[in-house]
C-alpha cells in the first residue's frame, strides 16, 4: 500500500542559489500539502546519522561535508502516493538525466548538488520524517 508522506530536504546549494520559493512553489502546484517544515543547518553528526545508510559508499563523506555546508529546509509532504508522485516531480538523482520541467532539470547543479532529496519508500520516509519532526510539529 502506497503512503501519502514523503521527506523532502531542498539541498544547501539550491537554498544558496535562492531556489528554495521556486521549488516550493513546484511543490504546491503540483498539488502537494505541507505538513511540516524547518529552515536549518544540519551539524556533521546529524548529516552522519541521516545519511548512515550509505556510509560504506564511496560518496558519504563529501554528501555529509555537503549536507551540512549550508542551511536546508526540510519538509513532509503530504498527497496520494507522495513517494511516487514526489520522485516524478523531482526527476532523475543525476540532473543531466532528469526530464524538462523537473526541479531537479530546473535547479540542480550535479549529481551531489542536485537541489533536492525525496524519500525513497515510503517506510524510508516514516524514518526520514521521524528524524525531522516531531508528532507535535505536523499540520
Known amino acids: ?10 539541498k544547501p546549494t539550491a ?10 512553489a513546484m511543490i504546491n502546484q503540483a498539488g502537494f ?5 524547518k529552515f536549518m543547518k544540519l551539524s556533521k553528526e546529524q548529516a552522519q546519522k541521516f545519511y548512515e545508510v550509505h556510509k560504506a559508499r564511496p560518496f558519504y563523506k ?7 555546508s549550508g542551511p536546508i529546509v526540510a519538509a513532509i509532504l503530504e498527497k496520494e502516493n507522495a513517494v511516487e508522485a514526489y520522485r516524478e516531480l523531482i526527476g532523475a538523482t ?7 520541467g ?22 524510508n520516509a516514516i524514518i526520514e ?11
Open 1 to 10: 500500500m502506497n503512503g501519502n508522506i514523503t521527506l523532502t530536504m531542498i
Open 129 to 139: 520524517s521521524d528524524f525531522f519532526f516531531s508528532r507535535v510539529e505536523r499540520y
Open 33 to 37: 500539502r505541507i505538513q511540516a517544515m
Open 62 to 68: 563529501d554528501l555529509v561535508e555537503f549536507m551540512s
Open 102 to 123: 523537473t526541479i531537479r532539470h530546473r535547479y540542480a547543479g550535479n549529481i551531489q548538488e542536485n537541489a533536492v532529496h525525496g524519500s525513497d519508500s515510503d517506510e
Open 15 to 24: 537554498v544558496k542559489n535562492g531556489y528554495a520559493g521556486p521549488i516550493l
Open 94 to 100: 543525476d540532473p543531466s538525466k532528469a526530464e524538462k
